[in-house]
C-alpha cells in the first residue's frame, strides 16, 4: 500500500495492489503452520481468500493467538463474523 499524507498527517490518498494475495493460499500456508503456530498475533489482509481466513483461524484456535483483519478489502468479502 503506498499513502500520499497531507502536511498534517491526514490522509489524502492511497492506493494498493493486490498481485500476490492468489499466491496466499491454505495450501501455501501449511508448508508455514509450525511457524505461524508460534505467532501470538497475525494481521491478516482483508484482501485475502475467505478459504485462506478460515484455515487461518482454524489453524490458530484453540490458542492465545490473536487475528486481525485489516485492508482496504470488500466488506462482503471476508464475513465480518470470522474476525
Known amino acids: 500500500m503506498v499513502s500520499i499524507l497531507n502536511v498534517d498527517g491526514s490522509l489524502f490518498s492511497a492506493f494498493l495492489t493486490n498481485a500476490a494475495n492468489h499466491l496466499i493460499t491454505p495450501e501455501h500456508l501449511t508448508g508455514h503452520i509450525e511457524l505461524l503456530r508460534t505467532a501470538s498475533?497475525?494481521?491478516?489482509?482483508?484482501?485475502?481468500?475467505?478459504?485462506?481466513?478460515?484455515?487461518?483461524?482454524?489453524?490458530?484456535?484453540?490458542?492465545?493467538?490473536?487475528?486481525?483483519r485489516t485492508g482496504f478489502g470488500s466488506p462482503s468479502k471476508i464475513p465480518p463474523t470470522l474476525f
Not at 484482501?47 to 484453540?62: F, G, K, P, Y
Request: hydrophobic share 55%.
Open 41 to 68: 498475533f497475525l494481521l491478516a489482509d482483508a484482501n485475502i481468500s475467505v478459504d485462506t481466513a478460515e484455515w487461518l483461524l482454524l489453524s490458530v484456535r484453540n490458542r492465545d493467538t490473536v487475528c486481525v
